[in-house]
């Protein structure tokens, strides 16, 4: 057990005022941060399901808007394309109907104006803020093909685009209709978490179970759960004993045992036992609506890689815009006709459209956000996400962590004649029953066993990082670490420590040392295929603990740990990161995002581990709803998988369109080759279809547990 872990949980748990002066603002921070995200969502409580179903709908409406248009743009296309001059040329037929410029000029205004609207409205949108993007550029390219096409149909000398213009349009909208799919697809996983709670909850008033709808449900009512039914909210249970299925939540595969005083998450799902629960969190302070909160707001949250993406889009637009123009002056001073200058122009906007480009950042981050959710990995922050592929030394905080924190009472030795082990056992359990941290869970359990009476304490006081103290039936008593005892000159007994790894409490009644107890945690047998994977990846890892030299080399020696920080105290942690971030290391800590908060806040990128229901852990970047170190491996792994997807769609995206202008500029037209717009077009949606594939990969590559 780690000492100062210890006596923090106590100073928390028993000593209120001292937890609230020290968190005080960190609190307040979180309030005003869920308000802030509550009033973003214009009051909802985030939880209601109608709140993400509007934003939901909505896109399914767009989707069905842009498929609607796509095939009405279609249809519209065919008789143009063989009602077009230049293609019936092309294929050496002749198909001439009377007042034929006039049917392709009629059919193609429907085109323009009804399969066009979403691009100009999007390019009168981006205008208003002064951010010309691809709305402008297809803007630019149709509107310039459409009205030059009209002005040769009444009376200017040239042919016409209109078949250029319809397919344009349609592969346009065939782009953006699969793109909004895969975002849509992308946001599914959020859609997927909102429905998991059941629409309606059964109460407990007396011997009377009635149904109520879920936002009925308050905070202390008591309900049943039904075997295999969904848990309607976060609570604890205060009857029955069940195995529950947290996969969809937390990504742990195997059901969880759940029994009496244990907290359940709403959404999680009964095995074959009824369960009574006595609510905690209903709506938007459940734990689930947190994880969706959270996952909106970190695809929402733009990192550095998506401001990149941004700025290239905005720098290609001016571009192709300075191409464009520049190509129809060349063409013209090279003494071409202007119809053909125009061509090239059109051609030069249509493929420089920076489609690929807008879609291959947001899609990645959409997918990896929701992906990470469903593993239990819940992203705060998306730079420190992507920057995880940098880590170079990972520092552990033990208990919990790299061991299960789950402490069983191993020895109990008396040093005086006065005191059994029994009596030393029921004194120092006075101190311990109201914390939740291991080490006293651990004592409490034994005394359970062994069916002990728990006296009462009075003045109860934490000694910071060291022990607590109090006052148990008029005796003063003390539950210390071995750090008090040097401090205090008082020798620690030689056979306090065996060779196992084991943590010892010490306990002074009157200032005097009668006994200890030992316990011992279990390490975890994740924590060795965790360690494989870092070291393959060139990763040190570190532990730092509050517990004894000996018990941290121990677990150190098992785990083929690189070092170890023994004894440590909270403040000691910050220190052990400055050091490590010195010496060039890129660091990563993980903790329980309480005690550790400057730690995590200090490291490059912070792991709150085992967060459990209490996920605004405010320092951390990063949350991971288990405490399995696999986790993080899978987050290191999953962070580098998700930047080379943004790297990879970045160069396709850039990389297409630093070949296909100059193409379409004319550069080897003295050799024959132009692209025309319509090729221009197809392979400007390949791009885009290619960039929404590659982003859909991502999901094969998180580790399932």
Request: proline share 4%; hydrophobic share 45%; glycine share 8%.
């Amino acid at each position: 057990m780690e000492k100062h872990e210890h006596h923090k949980h106590e100073n928390m748990d028993h000593s209120k005022m001292d937890h609230d002066k020290e968190d005080h603002s960190k609190m307040d921070h979180t309030k005003h941060d869920h308000s802030k995200m509550d009033h973003g969502k214009g009051g909802h409580s985030g939880h209601n399901p109608g709140h993400g179903q509007m934003g939901h709908d909505h896109h399914k409406m767009m989707i069905a808007d842009f498929r609607k248009r796509f095939w009405v743009t279609l249809i519209l296309t065919i008789p143009i394309l063989f009602l077009s001059p230049m293609i019936q040329e092309f294929f050496g037929y002749d198909l001439l109907l009377p007042g034929n410029p006039y049917i392709l000029f009629a059919l193609s205004s429907i085109v323009y104006f009804y399969g066009g609207w979403p691009f100009l409205k999007g390019f009168w949108s981006e205008v208003k803020k002064g951010a010309p993007g691809m709305m402008t550029l297809i803007s630019m390219a149709i509107s310039v093909a459409y009205f030059y096409s009209t002005a040769t149909v009444f009376g200017l000398r040239g042919e016409d685009f209109f078949w250029e213009l319809s397919t344009l349009i349609a592969i346009m909208l065939l782009g953006h209709w699969i793109e909004m799919k895969s975002v849509l697809g992308a946001s599914k996983a959020l859609q997927l978490l909102v429905s998991m709670m059941p629409a309606e909850a059964h109460r407990v008033k007396g011997d009377i179970v009635e149904d109520i709808k879920l936002e009925e449900l308050l905070k202390d009512d008591i309900i049943l759960v039904k075997p295999g039914e969904k848990v309607p909210a976060d609570g604890i249970i205060t009857e029955g004993t069940s195995y529950l299925n947290e996969s969809m939540l937390t990504g742990e595969s195997k059901p969880v045992k759940k029994e009496l005083n244990d907290k359940v998450i709403g959404g999680s799902v009964n095995g074959n036992s009824t369960l009574k629960v006595k609510v905690e969190h209903t709506g938007k302070d459940s734990y689930l609506n947190k994880v969706i909160t959270m996952v909106e707001e970190a695809q929402k949250t733009k990192s550095k890689m998506q401001n990149l993406s941004d700025r290239a889009a905005k720098w290609l637009t001016y571009i192709a815009l300075a191409i464009g123009f520049g190509t129809l002056a060349v063409w013209l001073i090279l003494g071409f006709p202007f119809v053909y200058a125009l061509e090239r122009m059109v051609t030069v906007m249509v493929i420089a459209c920076p489609h690929a480009l807008g879609l291959a950042i947001p899609l990645v981050v959409a997918i990896s956000t929701a992906v990470s959710a469903q593993n239990g990995l819940l992203i705060r922050n998306r730079t420190a996400f992507e920057e995880s592929r940098k880590i170079s030394a990972l520092l552990f905080d033990k208990t919990g962590t790299l061991t299960k924190g789950d402490f069983g009472v191993t020895r109990i030795e008396s040093l005086s004649s006065s005191y059994a082990k029994d009596e030393i056992l029921r004194l120092a359990s006075a101190l311990e029953q109201s914390s939740e941290h291991p080490i006293a869970v651990g004592i409490i359990k034994k005394v359970k066993e062994d069916e002990i009476t728990i006296p009462k304490p009075e003045n109860f006081n934490a000694i910071t990082g060291k022990g607590v103290e109090a006052k148990v039936e008029g005796k003063q008593i003390k539950v210390v670490s071995p750090g008090y005892l040097r401090d205090e000159k008082i020798t620690i007994p030689e056979d306090a420590y065996s060779d196992a790894a084991e943590t010892v409490v010490f306990v002074l009644i009157d200032g005097e040392l009668v006994g200890y107890i030992a316990l011992a945690d279990e390490i975890r047998p994740e924590s060795a295929d965790a360690i494989r994977v870092f070291k393959k990846n060139n990763i040190k890892v570190l532990m730092a603990t509050g517990d004894n030299e000996r018990t941290a080399k121990a677990v150190s020696e098992k785990l083929g740990l690189d070092g170890y920080y023994a004894e440590v105290l909270p403040h000691q942690k910050v220190e052990i990161v400055n050091d490590l971030q010195a010496k060039g290391e890129f660091v990563a800590m993980t903790g329980d995002g309480v005690n550790d908060a400057p730690a995590l806040a200090k490291a490059d990128v912070g792991v709150a581990v085992g967060s459990g229901t209490d996920v605004a852990a405010e320092t951390a970047d990063i949350i991971l709803v288990n405490s399995n170190p696999q986790d993080i491996a899978n987050l290191i792994l999953f962070g580098k998988a998700t930047y080379n997807k943004m790297i990879q769609n970045l160069i396709w995206a850039t990389g297409y369109n630093v070949v296909a202008i100059p193409l379409a500029a004319g550069v080897l037209y003295s050799s024959g080759f132009v692209l025309g717009p319509a090729v221009g077009a197809v392979f400007m949606s390949l791009s885009t279809i290619i960039v929404a594939i590659n982003a859909q990969l991502l999901k094969r590559k998180i580790g399932k547990k």
